[in-house]
C-alpha cells in the first residue's frame, strides 16, 4: 500500500467541488435559488399562503379602524432521501500501468493512487448529481418523488400539486395526433389556470420526442410558423441533434419550446425515461438572477448522518478509510439531497397523445 494516501476532508471537498459535470436541465433550469444547507434530518420551510389581495375598506374619517387577519402560512416538512456510493481501491490497483499511461509505467504507485482518488470521487459525484437531476425531473414533472430502493422501504414526497393541473387530453378533436387540434388555445388555458393557482403563468414548454413530433406536424403550427418565417423565436421545426438529452427548439408566442428525450439508469442497467411518451410539461421559469418567482425550484440538503462529518451542511460529503483485511481503501460520497418546488402549481402536466 502506497504511504500517505489518505486525503483530508477538506481535500475531498475541494476536489468533488473542482470536477467538472454535465450540465443539468431540470436543476440548471428550474432550482437556481441559493441552496438550503440543514443540519438537521429534516427540511423544514414555511409556505406564505399566496392570494390576491382584498381591497381596502371604505370608512368615514371618524369611525375607528377595524383589524385584518394578518395572510397565514404554512409549515412544510421533508425528510430527505440519503445517498451514499462507494468505491474499493485495492493495492494491485496502483502497482500496475493504469489506461492511457505508458507502456513502461512511468507512473509512480503513489501518482497512481491519486489519480484513481480523483477518478473515483468524480464518479461518485456523477452518480450522486444523476440522482439529483432524477429527483428535479419528478418533481417538475410529476410534482412528487417517489422515493425506494433496497433496504429503503417506499417513501412518496408529495409536494402538494393541485388535481387540476394533471390533465388528459380527450375527444378526436383535441388529441394531438389530429393535426386540426387547437395547441394554441390548450397552452394559453393551461397558462391561465397556473396563474391562478400559483400567481405565475407558464413559461416554458417540455415535451416528449414523440409530443414534439405531433406538435411539429399540427396545421395551426405550421401555418403560424409559415407566417412568421425569418423571425428569430419561431420554433425551429426541422429535426435536430439533441445533446444531453435535451434541445432548444425554439419559442411559441410566450412560451420556450424544449424536447426532452433523456434517460436514466439504475443499479441494474435499466433505462427509465424522464417524460412519457404520452405527455408534455408547462412550467412557470423562475428569475434568472436569484432563482425567484415562478416555479422557485430549491436544493436542500438535510444533514450528513456521519459522525465525521460533525453535522457538517454540505451537498456532498466525501469520507475514505482502510480496511485491513482484505486490505484497501474505501471511499464514499454521501448527500441527502431533496429537490422542492417551492410553487408546486407552477407547473403542470398534460397527457396529449
Same mark, same amino acid.
Given at each position: 500500500?502506497? @504511504? ?29 435559488? @441559493? ?28 369611525? !375607528?379602524?377595524?383589524? !385584518? ?40 504507485? !503513489? ?12 464518479? !461518485? ?30 417513501? @412518496? ?111 441494474? #442497467? ?23 418567482? #415562478? ?6 440538503? #438535510? ?38 418546488? #417551492? ?11
Amino acid at each position: 500500500m502506497p @504511504e500517505n494516501v489518505y486525503y483530508s476532508t477538506a481535500e475531498m471537498v475541494e476536489t468533488i467541488r473542482t470536477v467538472r459535470t454535465p450540465r443539468r436541465f431540470f436543476l440548471d433550469t428550474f432550482f437556481r435559488a @441559493e441552496p438550503y444547507l440543514s443540519t438537521k434530518e429534516e427540511i423544514v420551510f414555511d409556505e406564505i399562503l399566496e392570494d390576491l389581495p382584498t381591497m381596502a375598506p371604505f370608512v368615514s374619517p371618524v369611525v !375607528q379602524a377595524k383589524p !385584518q387577519r394578518r395572510s397565514g402560512f404554512n409549515v412544510k416538512t421533508f425528510r430527505p432521501a440519503y445517498l451514499k456510493p462507494k468505491h474499493f481501491l485495492k493495492p494491485g490497483d496502483f502497482i500496475r500501468r493504469g489506461a492511457g499511461e505508458d507502456l513502461l509505467g512511468d507512473l509512480t504507485p !503513489q501518482a497512481r493512487m491519486d489519480n484513481a482518488m480523483v477518478d473515483t470521487l468524480s464518479t !461518485q459525484r456523477r452518480q450522486i448529481e444523476e440522482r439529483w437531476e432524477w429527483m428535479a425531473a419528478r418533481a417538475i414533472i410529476d410534482g412528487k418523488v417517489i422515493v425506494q430502493g433496497e433496504d429503503y422501504p417506499r417513501v @412518496e414526497i408529495d409536494f402538494g400539486r393541485s388535481p387540476d393541473n394533471e390533465i388528459v387530453v380527450t375527444g378526436a378533436g383535441n388529441i394531438w395526433s389530429n393535426s386540426a387540434s387547437d395547441i394554441a388555445a390548450m397552452f394559453e388555458d393551461w397558462s391561465v389556470q397556473m396563474l391562478e393557482l400559483s400567481g405565475h403563468a407558464g413559461t416554458d414548454v417540455i415535451l416528449s420526442p414523440e409530443a414534439w413530433g405531433f406538435f411539429r406536424q399540427n396545421a395551426g403550427v405550421r401555418a403560424e410558423a409559415e407566417l412568421r418565417r425569418g423571425v428569430t423565436n419561431t420554433p425551429n421545426l426541422q429535426a435536430q441533434v439533441a445533446m444531453e438529452g435535451v434541445r432548444y427548439a425554439g419559442e411559441w408566442g410566450e412560451f420556450r419550446l424544449w424536447v426532452y428525450a433523456g434517460r436514466f439508469k439504475d443499479q441494474d #442497467g435499466n433505462l427509465s425515461r424522464a417524460i412519457a411518451a404520452n405527455d408534455i410539461v408547462m412550467v412557470a421559469r423562475p428569475s434568472e438572477d436569484d432563482g425567484t418567482g #415562478g416555479v422557485h425550484g430549491l436544493r436542500c440538503f #438535510g444533514a450528513i448522518q456521519d459522525k465525521s462529518a460533525n453535522l457538517m451542511p454540505l451537498d456532498i460529503f466525501p469520507k475514505m478509510w482502510e480496511e485491513e483485511d482484505p486490505s484497501g481503501l474505501q471511499v464514499m460520497s454521501q448527500s441527502a439531497p431533496l429537490f422542492v418546488p #417551492g410553487r408546486p402549481n407552477a407547473t403542470l402536466k398534460a397527457t396529449v397523445i
